[in-house]
């Protein structure tokens, strides 16, 4: 039965049935009738807020027009609005044209180089998490700190409008601690510090994000011991029981906003430093977080290339800390290397086990006791200069390895042992094409190859390091090798390999002219 158009209060309004499109495009998107979008003024891209009666829930979707697909007085909605209102098909909605926000006016304040107050940035963070800013207005705020940039009164303000924005996770009495690596390098040093540091006695509810550039996250290989989608009651039952967690910050709504401006950073390669620390300090109060130790990996292949760079971001990591009541420490870590000899979700994984196990102690594990052992000074229960032989004795004792099999148990075990955990079955060898000394190894390449392999969608696909920085090889020895699940990405993986110098041999001569 058709349902007729009703003059509501707030402005012209239909009712419209729902029709469900089975499609999934990140967005919250409808598809009007043109006749049903000219009654209610609407254009392609303008939006429209949907109200469900049966439950009161409501959205701002953007609108697209046909004049076919969907018939009058019907509205198509995408998986992920129909998901967020709770309709099916034949469900009745009341639809209206959806004034737009008054952030919209903030965004484009911050385009023309004007600084942003605190209302205002709680403001546009509001609308971005309640969908009242379309995707394009989302990305026009990205653009805008990216080529105007967050001082340092604007990163505090958006700090704490994330941090209300957001849910919070309370835990009993001990003393919760965090720590983050802004990354680009490999190796999972997350996975041996969290049972380091929960086995010392100390709360440590780490959310970890999933790999958009490399060729694992902390929860891509986390996920191939134990299940990482926990929702907040979960991590605080894992947490309450074990000390530690390791979790898909994804999963959890520590900042949704954060999460909506993440996804739109990542395509277009925007990394704006404001909006880098409003979102690791956000999240890391959002778990109760009073000691934090920030990891800032410095090199040529990772995100922060140069030293003046990482002080400069050192310094507002410690201010914002300030400002938010936490006792924050920076660490700027050696990025000119391979942070151990692994890449992908399944081999990084197994990789921290080996260490866990105490197999071999290498610049990954030593990196690791070192960031746990700052963790603990910085609390003030471990006096400085002893952090890192605290640290060491519990991985050496084997009370972090007997800890990570608790945090991975009661999150639902996957894999306990490093001798659990498979690789992909097809195999090729990079060998060298020279004699002589490895002067560098570029992680970038690296990833990017482990990633043609298939990593991180294929958990067992990657790359292990044979040869170290610094060591002398012959013609013919095993540089790395590459694991696929099929000989089409191994081929891809291999070809790139070998057409780009991922390992250079040091030399004399490095110019000539004539």
Not at 256 to 277: C, R
Not at 292 to 300: E, N
Not at 303 to 308: D, Q, Y
Not at 478 to 500: P, S, T
């Amino acid at each position: 039965m058709a349902l007729t158009p009703a003059r509501q209060s707030g402005g012209y309004s239909q009712k419209l049935s729902v029709r469900s499109i089975d499609l999934s495009s990140g967005k919250l998107i409808a598809v009007l009738n043109e006749i049903d979008a000219r009654e209610l003024g609407i254009f392609p891209l303008d939006r429209l807020e949907i109200t469900n009666p049966e439950n009161g829930r409501s959205a701002n979707a953007v609108v697209d027009v046909t004049d076919s697909i969907i018939g009058e007085n019907s509205i198509g909605m995408f998986r992920e609005l129909s998901q967020l209102l709770g309709v099916r098909d034949g469900s009745a909605v009341k639809c209206n044209a959806a004034p737009k926000p008054r952030s919209v006016g903030f965004v484009k304040k911050k385009m023309d180089g004007g600084r942003l107050s605190q209302e205002e940035l709680s403001c546009i963070i509001e609308d971005i998490s309640s969908n009242r800013l379309s995707e394009i207005e989302t990305t026009a705020f990205v653009s805008a700190v990216y080529m105007r940039e967050f001082d340092l009164d604007e990163t505090v303000a958006m700090t704490k409008a994330l941090i209300e924005n957001g849910r919070k996770l309370e835990l009993s009495s001990k003393t919760v601690v965090d720590k983050h690596s802004i990354g680009g390098t490999n190796g999972r040093a997350t996975m041996i510090i969290v049972p380091i540091i929960a086995a010392a006695g100390y709360a440590i509810p780490k959310t970890s994000s999933r790999s958009i550039t490399s060729a694992a996250g902390t929860a891509d290989s986390m996920e191939v011991l134990a299940n990482v989608s926990l929702q907040l009651g979960a991590i605080k039952r894992v947490v309450e029981k074990t000390n530690g967690c390791i979790a898909w910050g994804g999963a959890v709504e520590l900042a949704p906003a954060d999460d909506k401006i993440i996804k739109i950073e990542h395509p277009l390669s925007l990394d704006p430093e404001g909006q880098v620390i409003a979102s690791v300090m956000a999240k890391k109060a959002s778990v109760g977080a009073k000691y934090v130790v920030i990891d800032i990996p410095v090199g040529p292949y990772v995100k922060v290339r140069t030293r003046e760079k990482a002080e400069q971001m050192a310094l507002k990591f410690v201010e914002v800390g300030k400002h938010l009541g936490m006792k924050v420490e920076v660490l700027l870590t050696n990025g000119t290397e391979p942070s151990g000899k692994a890449f992908g979700p399944a081999l990084e994984a197994k990789y921290a086990l080996e260490i866990l196990e105490g197999r071999f102690f290498d610049n990954l594990a030593r990196k690791s006791v070192e960031i746990s052992g700052a963790l603990l000074e910085l609390t003030g229960d471990v006096p400085k200069g002893q952090g890192y032989a605290v640290s060491l004795d519990i991985l050496q004792s084997g009370k972090a390895l007997q800890k990570m099999k608790e945090i991975i148990s009661e999150q639902g075990a996957r894999a306990l042992s490093s001798q659990d955990i498979k690789t992909a079955p097809y195999k090729k060898e990079v060998l060298s094409v020279q004699n002589g000394e490895i002067s560098t190894i570029n992680v970038g390449y690296l990833n990017h190859i482990a990633r043609l392999a298939g990593a991180p969608a294929n958990q067992k696909a990657g790359v292990m390091l044979d040869a170290e920085q610094g060591a002398s090889v012959t013609k013919g020895t095993v540089l790395f090798e590459i694991y696929a699940e099929n000989e089409a990405k191994l081929d891809a993986a291999y070809e790139f390999a070998i057409r780009n110098r991922v390992v250079e041999f040091a030399t004399i001569i490095i110019g000539k002219f004539d």
